[in-house]
Protein backbone atom coordinates (compact mmCIF):
# COMPACT_ATOMS: atom_id res chain seq x y z
CA UNK A 1 0.00 0.00 0.00
CA UNK A 2 2.81 2.53 1.09
CA UNK A 3 4.43 1.77 -2.57
CA UNK A 4 1.38 2.19 -4.64
CA UNK A 5 0.90 5.61 -2.21
CA UNK A 6 -2.21 4.18 -1.18
CA UNK A 7 -3.74 6.24 1.76
CA UNK A 8 -6.19 7.59 3.60
CA UNK A 9 -9.32 9.03 2.05
CA UNK A 10 -8.72 6.67 -1.08
CA UNK A 11 -11.42 4.89 -2.19
CA UNK A 12 -9.86 0.91 -2.87
CA UNK A 13 -11.71 -1.87 -4.32
CA UNK A 14 -10.50 -5.39 -2.43
CA UNK A 15 -11.47 -7.89 -4.65
CA UNK A 16 -11.55 -12.10 -3.81
CA UNK A 17 -12.52 -14.28 -1.02
CA UNK A 18 -10.45 -15.03 2.31
CA UNK A 19 -7.02 -15.42 2.37
CA UNK A 20 -4.41 -14.05 4.99
CA UNK A 21 -3.48 -11.57 2.10
CA UNK A 22 -6.67 -10.24 1.84
CA UNK A 23 -7.54 -10.04 5.28
CA UNK A 24 -4.44 -8.34 6.03
CA UNK A 25 -5.38 -5.42 3.30
CA UNK A 26 -8.58 -4.95 4.48
CA UNK A 27 -7.15 -4.40 8.35
CA UNK A 28 -4.26 -2.38 7.17
CA UNK A 29 -6.63 -0.31 4.87
CA UNK A 30 -9.12 0.45 7.63
CA UNK A 31 -6.36 1.40 9.71
CA UNK A 32 -5.48 4.10 7.50
CA UNK A 33 -8.67 5.62 6.91
CA UNK A 34 -9.17 4.54 3.17
CA UNK A 35 -13.08 3.97 1.90
CA UNK A 36 -12.58 -0.02 1.24
CA UNK A 37 -15.38 -1.59 -1.57
CA UNK A 38 -14.79 -5.28 -0.72
CA UNK A 39 -15.80 -7.39 -4.06
CA UNK A 40 -16.40 -11.10 -3.98
CA UNK A 41 -17.99 -13.43 -6.95
CA UNK A 42 -19.21 -10.83 -8.96
CA UNK A 43 -19.74 -10.96 -12.79
CA UNK A 44 -17.78 -8.60 -14.86
CA UNK A 45 -20.68 -6.33 -15.77
CA UNK A 46 -21.15 -5.69 -11.81
CA UNK A 47 -17.93 -5.17 -10.86
CA UNK A 48 -17.60 -2.97 -13.38
CA UNK A 49 -20.55 -1.40 -12.19
CA UNK A 50 -19.80 -1.28 -8.47
CA UNK A 51 -16.43 0.42 -9.61
CA UNK A 52 -18.25 3.11 -11.16
CA UNK A 53 -20.94 3.39 -8.56
CA UNK A 54 -18.34 3.90 -5.70
CA UNK A 55 -16.07 5.78 -7.52
CA UNK A 56 -13.32 3.48 -7.05
CA UNK A 57 -9.47 4.84 -7.29
CA UNK A 58 -7.69 2.09 -7.06
CA UNK A 59 -8.01 -2.00 -7.40
CA UNK A 60 -6.07 -4.19 -5.26
CA UNK A 61 -6.68 -7.81 -7.28
CA UNK A 62 -6.15 -11.31 -6.02
CA UNK A 63 -2.28 -12.23 -5.77
CA UNK A 64 -2.54 -15.95 -6.49
CA UNK A 65 0.28 -16.24 -4.81
CA UNK A 66 2.60 -13.58 -6.88
CA UNK A 67 3.70 -10.53 -6.24
CA UNK A 68 0.84 -7.60 -5.12
CA UNK A 69 -0.44 -5.46 -8.00
CA UNK A 70 -2.21 -2.17 -7.42
CA UNK A 71 -4.50 -0.86 -10.69
CA UNK A 72 -5.49 2.54 -10.16
CA UNK A 73 -8.08 4.68 -11.94
CA UNK A 74 -8.44 7.79 -12.89
CA UNK A 75 -11.45 9.12 -10.85
CA UNK A 76 -12.19 12.23 -8.52
CA UNK A 77 -14.65 11.29 -5.63
CA UNK A 78 -17.63 13.57 -6.05
CA UNK A 79 -20.08 11.68 -3.88
CA UNK A 80 -21.24 13.93 -1.43
CA UNK A 81 -21.66 11.00 1.53
CA UNK A 82 -18.16 9.84 0.40
CA UNK A 83 -16.69 13.42 0.40
CA UNK A 84 -18.34 13.64 3.97
CA UNK A 85 -16.81 10.77 5.17
CA UNK A 86 -13.20 11.24 3.66
CA UNK A 87 -13.26 15.15 5.16
CA UNK A 88 -14.18 13.82 8.68
CA UNK A 89 -11.12 11.69 8.20
CA UNK A 90 -13.06 8.04 9.60
CA UNK A 91 -12.76 4.58 8.90
CA UNK A 92 -15.11 3.74 6.03
CA UNK A 93 -16.59 0.61 3.96
CA UNK A 94 -18.50 0.81 0.62
CA UNK A 95 -20.10 -2.44 0.80
CA UNK A 96 -22.26 -3.81 -2.33
CA UNK A 97 -25.07 -6.14 -2.54
CA UNK A 98 -28.06 -6.44 -5.12
CA UNK A 99 -26.82 -3.57 -7.29
CA UNK A 100 -26.80 -0.62 -4.71
CA UNK A 101 -23.54 0.69 -2.81
CA UNK A 102 -24.48 0.99 0.90
CA UNK A 103 -21.81 3.65 2.55
CA UNK A 104 -20.91 3.23 6.12
CA UNK A 105 -18.70 4.01 8.63
CA UNK A 106 -16.64 1.72 10.00
CA UNK A 107 -15.89 2.98 13.25
CA UNK A 108 -19.36 2.54 13.96
CA UNK A 109 -19.28 -1.32 12.72
CA UNK A 110 -15.88 -1.69 15.14
CA UNK A 111 -17.74 -0.32 18.26
CA UNK A 112 -19.86 -3.72 18.91
CA UNK A 113 -16.17 -5.40 19.21
CA UNK A 114 -15.31 -3.95 21.97
CA UNK A 115 -16.69 -6.38 24.52
CA UNK A 116 -15.30 -9.67 24.68
CA UNK A 117 -16.66 -12.46 23.32
CA UNK A 118 -15.81 -16.18 22.95
CA UNK A 119 -12.80 -17.08 20.31
CA UNK A 120 -14.08 -20.16 18.74
CA UNK A 121 -12.40 -21.51 15.25
CA UNK A 122 -14.87 -19.99 12.60
CA UNK A 123 -15.49 -21.14 9.24
CA UNK A 124 -15.62 -18.10 6.91
CA UNK A 125 -18.44 -19.23 5.38
CA UNK A 126 -20.12 -15.94 4.21
CA UNK A 127 -18.37 -13.87 1.80
CA UNK A 128 -16.30 -10.86 1.84
CA UNK A 129 -18.16 -8.63 0.22
CA UNK A 130 -21.45 -9.50 2.54
CA UNK A 131 -22.12 -7.85 5.62
CA UNK A 132 -22.32 -11.04 7.46
CA UNK A 133 -18.74 -12.28 5.81
CA UNK A 134 -17.43 -9.12 7.19
CA UNK A 135 -18.96 -9.41 10.75
CA UNK A 136 -17.73 -13.09 10.93
CA UNK A 137 -14.39 -11.67 10.14
CA UNK A 138 -13.52 -9.20 12.83
CA UNK A 139 -16.05 -10.74 15.42
CA UNK A 140 -13.07 -13.79 15.22
CA UNK A 141 -9.90 -11.87 14.99
CA UNK A 142 -11.38 -9.45 17.67
CA UNK A 143 -11.73 -12.34 20.31
CA UNK A 144 -8.29 -13.75 18.85
CA UNK A 145 -10.02 -17.03 17.14
CA UNK A 146 -9.43 -18.86 14.22
CA UNK A 147 -10.69 -17.88 10.82
CA UNK A 148 -10.76 -21.31 8.68
CA UNK A 149 -11.12 -20.35 4.75
CA UNK A 150 -12.19 -22.88 1.78
CA UNK A 151 -12.06 -22.55 -1.19
CA UNK A 152 -15.50 -23.57 -2.39
CA UNK A 153 -18.78 -24.14 -0.65
CA UNK A 154 -20.07 -26.99 -1.22
CA UNK A 155 -20.84 -29.07 1.57
CA UNK A 156 -18.42 -32.16 0.79
CA UNK A 157 -15.16 -29.13 1.07
CA UNK A 158 -17.18 -27.09 3.86
CA UNK A 159 -17.57 -30.71 6.37
CA UNK A 160 -13.86 -31.48 5.08
CA UNK A 161 -12.60 -28.24 6.67
CA UNK A 162 -14.33 -28.86 10.08
CA UNK A 163 -13.24 -32.31 10.74
CA UNK A 164 -9.27 -31.25 9.36
CA UNK A 165 -9.18 -27.64 11.48
CA UNK A 166 -12.01 -28.62 14.07
CA UNK A 167 -13.94 -25.71 13.39
CA UNK A 168 -16.66 -25.12 16.16
CA UNK A 169 -18.64 -22.12 14.64
CA UNK A 170 -20.28 -22.41 11.25
CA UNK A 171 -22.08 -19.30 10.40
CA UNK A 172 -24.47 -20.41 7.02
CA UNK A 173 -27.39 -20.30 5.55
CA UNK A 174 -30.83 -22.55 5.53
CA UNK A 175 -29.61 -22.96 1.69
CA UNK A 176 -26.40 -24.85 2.35
CA UNK A 177 -28.32 -26.58 5.25
CA UNK A 178 -30.54 -27.93 3.03
CA UNK A 179 -27.92 -28.62 0.43
CA UNK A 180 -25.63 -30.49 3.72
CA UNK A 181 -29.06 -32.94 4.36
CA UNK A 182 -29.63 -33.70 0.62
CA UNK A 183 -25.99 -34.17 -0.11
CA UNK A 184 -25.48 -36.42 3.22
CA UNK A 185 -21.68 -35.00 3.46
CA UNK A 186 -22.69 -34.87 7.63
CA UNK A 187 -22.57 -38.86 7.16
CA UNK A 188 -18.97 -38.66 5.02
CA UNK A 189 -17.05 -36.58 7.95
CA UNK A 190 -16.40 -35.88 11.18
CA UNK A 191 -18.12 -33.07 12.87
CA UNK A 192 -17.72 -33.70 16.34
CA UNK A 193 -15.97 -30.30 17.09
CA UNK A 194 -19.08 -28.47 15.78
CA UNK A 195 -20.61 -26.97 18.58
CA UNK A 196 -22.81 -23.71 16.96
CA UNK A 197 -24.42 -23.52 13.58
CA UNK A 198 -25.67 -20.02 12.77
CA UNK A 199 -27.95 -19.84 9.97
CA UNK A 200 -29.21 -16.35 8.54
CA UNK A 201 -29.81 -13.85 5.23
CA UNK A 202 -32.97 -15.58 4.54
CA UNK A 203 -35.79 -17.79 6.06
CA UNK A 204 -35.83 -21.08 7.59
CA UNK A 205 -37.53 -23.54 6.93
CA UNK A 206 -39.31 -25.26 9.60
CA UNK A 207 -38.70 -29.02 8.20
CA UNK A 208 -34.88 -28.43 7.38
CA UNK A 209 -34.28 -27.02 10.87
CA UNK A 210 -36.08 -30.17 12.33
CA UNK A 211 -33.88 -32.10 10.19
CA UNK A 212 -30.71 -30.55 11.04
CA UNK A 213 -31.19 -31.18 14.50
CA UNK A 214 -31.88 -34.70 13.53
CA UNK A 215 -28.26 -34.99 11.81
CA UNK A 216 -26.40 -32.57 14.54
CA UNK A 217 -27.96 -33.41 17.79
CA UNK A 218 -25.15 -32.40 20.04
CA UNK A 219 -24.65 -28.68 17.75
CA UNK A 220 -26.67 -25.50 19.02
CA UNK A 221 -28.26 -23.58 16.40
CA UNK A 222 -29.08 -20.11 16.69
CA UNK A 223 -30.95 -17.65 14.12
CA UNK A 224 -29.36 -14.48 13.33
CA UNK A 225 -30.11 -11.26 11.97
CA UNK A 226 -28.78 -8.53 9.65
CA UNK A 227 -28.70 -6.26 7.00
CA UNK A 228 -26.22 -4.58 4.43
CA UNK A 229 -28.01 -1.25 5.59
CA UNK A 230 -27.56 -1.91 9.50
CA UNK A 231 -24.95 -4.14 10.30
CA UNK A 232 -25.40 -7.76 12.49
CA UNK A 233 -27.71 -7.56 15.26
CA UNK A 234 -27.24 -9.89 18.53
CA UNK A 235 -30.07 -12.26 18.76
CA UNK A 236 -30.85 -14.81 20.76
CA UNK A 237 -32.98 -17.96 19.77
CA UNK A 238 -35.71 -19.55 21.86
CA UNK A 239 -34.40 -22.28 22.06
CA UNK A 240 -32.14 -24.53 19.46
CA UNK A 241 -34.67 -25.97 17.26
CA UNK A 242 -36.89 -22.60 17.58
CA UNK A 243 -37.91 -20.27 14.62
CA UNK A 244 -38.60 -17.86 17.23
CA UNK A 245 -35.23 -15.14 17.84
CA UNK A 246 -34.86 -12.09 20.05
CA UNK A 247 -32.95 -9.63 17.98
CA UNK A 248 -31.82 -6.12 19.18
CA UNK A 249 -28.30 -5.37 21.73
CA UNK A 250 -26.41 -2.41 22.27
CA UNK A 251 -26.83 0.42 19.60
CA UNK A 252 -29.92 -1.26 18.05
CA UNK A 253 -34.15 -0.37 18.46
CA UNK A 254 -36.64 -2.61 17.19
CA UNK A 255 -40.64 -2.23 16.53
CA UNK A 256 -43.37 -3.40 14.93
CA UNK A 257 -45.11 -1.86 13.05
CA UNK A 258 -48.21 -3.45 10.67
CA UNK A 259 -46.41 -6.95 11.36
CA UNK A 260 -43.38 -5.57 9.60
CA UNK A 261 -39.93 -5.36 11.28
CA UNK A 262 -38.35 -1.57 11.87
CA UNK A 263 -34.81 -1.37 12.93
CA UNK A 264 -32.76 1.78 14.14
CA UNK A 265 -29.26 1.42 14.50
CA UNK A 266 -26.17 3.42 15.69
CA UNK A 267 -24.41 1.24 12.98
CA UNK A 268 -26.69 2.39 10.18
CA UNK A 269 -25.08 2.93 6.79
CA UNK A 270 -24.49 6.95 5.88
CA UNK A 271 -26.44 6.34 2.89
CA UNK A 272 -26.59 4.97 -0.26
CA UNK A 273 -24.17 5.99 -3.14
CA UNK A 274 -26.90 4.87 -5.93
CA UNK A 275 -30.01 5.41 -4.27
CA UNK A 276 -32.38 7.67 -2.01
CA UNK A 277 -32.16 7.01 1.13
CA UNK A 278 -34.44 4.24 2.80
CA UNK A 279 -34.64 6.14 6.24
CA UNK A 280 -37.69 7.88 7.55
CA UNK A 281 -36.94 11.18 9.45
CA UNK A 282 -36.76 9.70 13.09
CA UNK A 283 -33.96 7.35 10.74
CA UNK A 284 -35.68 3.90 11.33
CA UNK A 285 -35.01 1.30 8.37
CA UNK A 286 -38.29 -0.61 7.41
CA UNK A 287 -36.70 -4.33 6.71
CA UNK A 288 -39.86 -5.32 4.77
CA UNK A 289 -39.58 -8.68 6.96
CA UNK A 290 -43.31 -9.61 7.96
CA UNK A 291 -42.65 -11.04 11.53
CA UNK A 292 -44.99 -12.93 14.20
CA UNK A 293 -44.30 -11.40 17.69
CA UNK A 294 -44.72 -13.91 21.04
CA UNK A 295 -42.75 -11.30 24.14
CA UNK A 296 -39.64 -10.01 23.64
CA UNK A 297 -39.19 -12.96 20.29
CA UNK A 298 -40.53 -12.13 16.42
CA UNK A 299 -41.00 -15.03 13.91
CA UNK A 300 -39.85 -14.17 10.50
CA UNK A 301 -42.32 -14.84 8.24
CA UNK A 302 -40.80 -13.96 5.33
CA UNK A 303 -40.31 -10.26 2.45
CA UNK A 304 -43.24 -8.34 2.30
CA UNK A 305 -42.45 -8.43 -1.40
CA UNK A 306 -42.46 -12.34 -1.47
CA UNK A 307 -45.98 -12.51 -0.22
CA UNK A 308 -47.98 -14.21 -2.81
CA UNK A 309 -51.65 -13.24 -2.83
CA UNK A 310 -54.61 -15.60 -4.26
CA UNK A 311 -57.38 -14.10 -4.10
CA UNK A 312 -57.16 -12.23 -1.32
CA UNK A 313 -55.34 -14.83 0.73
CA UNK A 314 -52.23 -14.12 1.52
CA UNK A 315 -48.94 -16.77 1.74
CA UNK A 316 -45.58 -16.90 2.51
CA UNK A 317 -43.05 -19.15 0.40
CA UNK A 318 -40.98 -20.71 3.33
CA UNK A 319 -44.06 -22.55 4.54
CA UNK A 320 -45.22 -23.95 1.51
CA UNK A 321 -41.24 -24.85 0.71
CA UNK A 322 -41.29 -26.60 4.26
CA UNK A 323 -43.79 -29.05 2.89
CA UNK A 324 -43.06 -29.51 0.11
CA UNK A 325 -38.90 -30.57 0.99
CA UNK A 326 -40.03 -33.50 2.95
CA UNK A 327 -40.85 -35.51 0.01
CA UNK A 328 -39.19 -38.08 -1.34
CA UNK A 329 -37.10 -37.21 -4.37
CA UNK A 330 -36.97 -33.28 -4.20
CA UNK A 331 -33.49 -32.22 -3.49
CA UNK A 332 -34.45 -28.53 -3.27
CA UNK A 333 -37.78 -26.31 -4.26
CA UNK A 334 -38.56 -22.45 -4.91
CA UNK A 335 -42.30 -21.19 -4.45
CA UNK A 336 -43.35 -18.08 -5.90
CA UNK A 337 -46.06 -16.26 -7.29
CA UNK A 338 -47.50 -16.02 -10.75
CA UNK A 339 -50.03 -13.28 -12.06
CA UNK A 340 -53.20 -14.94 -12.89
CA UNK A 341 -56.04 -12.89 -13.91
CA UNK A 342 -59.04 -14.74 -12.28
CA UNK A 343 -57.23 -14.87 -8.55
CA UNK A 344 -54.68 -12.32 -9.03
CA UNK A 345 -51.81 -14.55 -8.61
CA UNK A 346 -51.62 -18.67 -8.48
CA UNK A 347 -48.82 -20.65 -6.84
CA UNK A 348 -45.99 -21.96 -8.69
CA UNK A 349 -43.39 -24.32 -7.42
CA UNK A 350 -40.11 -25.00 -9.37
CA UNK A 351 -38.68 -27.86 -8.04
CA UNK A 352 -35.18 -29.69 -8.33
CA UNK A 353 -35.33 -33.92 -8.24
CA UNK A 354 -32.68 -36.12 -7.17
CA UNK A 355 -33.61 -38.48 -10.19
CA UNK A 356 -35.74 -38.11 -13.31
CA UNK A 357 -39.77 -38.50 -12.77
CA UNK A 358 -42.59 -37.82 -14.92
CA UNK A 359 -44.39 -34.50 -14.84
CA UNK A 360 -47.45 -35.76 -13.93
CA UNK A 361 -46.33 -37.99 -11.16
CA UNK A 362 -44.96 -35.45 -9.38
CA UNK A 363 -47.68 -33.36 -9.74
CA UNK A 364 -49.72 -35.84 -8.30
CA UNK A 365 -47.80 -36.68 -5.63
CA UNK A 366 -47.27 -33.00 -4.27
CA UNK A 367 -50.76 -32.63 -4.08
CA UNK A 368 -51.82 -35.69 -2.37
CA UNK A 369 -49.38 -34.76 0.25
CA UNK A 370 -50.06 -31.32 0.65
CA UNK A 371 -53.98 -32.05 1.35
CA UNK A 372 -54.19 -31.76 5.43
CA UNK A 373 -50.94 -30.56 5.50
CA UNK A 374 -51.41 -26.85 3.41
CA UNK A 375 -54.68 -24.65 3.11
CA UNK A 376 -55.82 -25.84 -0.41
CA UNK A 377 -55.11 -21.82 -1.74
CA UNK A 378 -51.67 -22.37 -0.69
CA UNK A 379 -51.00 -25.85 -2.40
CA UNK A 380 -49.11 -25.15 -5.69
CA UNK A 381 -51.11 -25.37 -9.13
CA UNK A 382 -48.72 -25.07 -11.64
CA UNK A 383 -45.04 -27.58 -11.25
CA UNK A 384 -42.25 -26.59 -12.83
CA UNK A 385 -39.11 -29.28 -12.73
CA UNK A 386 -35.88 -27.35 -12.90
CA UNK A 387 -32.31 -28.39 -13.32
CA UNK A 388 -30.34 -25.07 -12.61
CA UNK A 389 -29.73 -24.50 -9.09
CA UNK A 390 -32.25 -22.09 -7.36
CA UNK A 391 -29.75 -20.36 -5.22
CA UNK A 392 -27.23 -17.98 -5.91
CA UNK A 393 -22.95 -17.47 -5.12
CA UNK A 394 -24.16 -16.59 -1.28
CA UNK A 395 -26.55 -19.11 -0.94
CA UNK A 396 -29.65 -17.65 -0.77
CA UNK A 397 -32.57 -18.76 -2.23
CA UNK A 398 -34.25 -17.23 -5.92
CA UNK A 399 -37.45 -16.89 -6.23
CA UNK A 400 -37.61 -14.88 -9.66
CA UNK A 401 -40.92 -13.60 -10.18
CA UNK A 402 -43.06 -14.90 -13.22
CA UNK A 403 -45.29 -11.86 -12.98
CA UNK A 404 -46.26 -9.76 -10.26
CA UNK A 405 -49.46 -7.95 -8.66
Known amino acids: LDAAAVGAGQVVALEGDYSPRACALLLALIERAAVVVPLSGVTAAERAEFLDVAEVQAVVPPAHGGPQRIERRAVWVAHPLTRALIERGDFSSGATGKNKAALHDFARLLEKFQ ?51 RVQLLPTSPTFLNLLLVSEAYQRHDLSSLELVTYGTEVMPESTLRRVREVLPDVRLQQTYGLSELGILRSKSKESGSLWVKVGGEGFETKIVDGVLWIRARSAMLGYLNAPSPFDEEGWFNTQDMVEVDGDYIRILGRATDIINVGGQKLYPAEVESVLQQLPNIRDVAVLG ?13 VNLHAPEPLATLRRRIRDYSRGKLAPYKIPVRIE ?4 PQFNARFKKMRRAVGGM
Request: with cysteine.
Open 115 to 165: RPRPALRTLSFLLLDHIGGINTLLHTLANGGAVVTVVTRDPDTVCAAVARH
Open 338 to 350: EKNALTGQIVVAR
Open 385 to 388: IVDR
